[in-house]
């Protein structure tokens, strides 16, 4: 979450000034992808995940964590539920769904791969 907040930082400060919100947190959501799936890749032999039963609840834990402190952080900071929920709402222009999809099939998605690549 740090590495996503940080990037979610730097998109807002640097980024959406010069191409708008949305255009930026839709860009977001593809570096994010590729920000949990390059994580993913250094941490998964650590979360000995072996079985593809256990790589899903992994996905699905940390989608779960990620929604948990996506709406915690938007509420501190005043958002509105209609401007939060937004970002996953393809009719609005969000993407966000898409990158939890990433997540919630980074582990098995990596743990594919190695198999693959020895």
Not at 24 to 49: N, P
Not at 70 to 88: C, H, I, K, N, T
Not at 90 to 117: E, I, S
């Amino acid at each position: 979450m740090l590495l996503e907040t940080g990037q979610g930082i730097l998109r807002e400060v640097m980024i959406a000034p010069v191409i708008g919100s949305l255009r930026a947190r839709q860009w977001g959501v593809l570096s994010g992808a590729l920000i949990v799936l390059a994580i993913t890749f250094a941490i998964s032999r650590w979360l000995k995940a072996a079985t593809p039963r256990a790589q899903w609840i992994v996905g699905g834990f940390w989608v779960a964590l990620t929604v948990t402190f996506e709406v915690l952080v938007g509420r501190a900071s005043r958002a509105s539920w209609q401007r939060m929920f937004s970002d996953y709402d393809p009719a609005q222009g969000g993407f966000l769904l898409l990158g939890l999809a990433v997540m919630f099939a980074a582990p098995w998605l990596v743990a594919n791969w190695r198999k693959q690549r020895p």
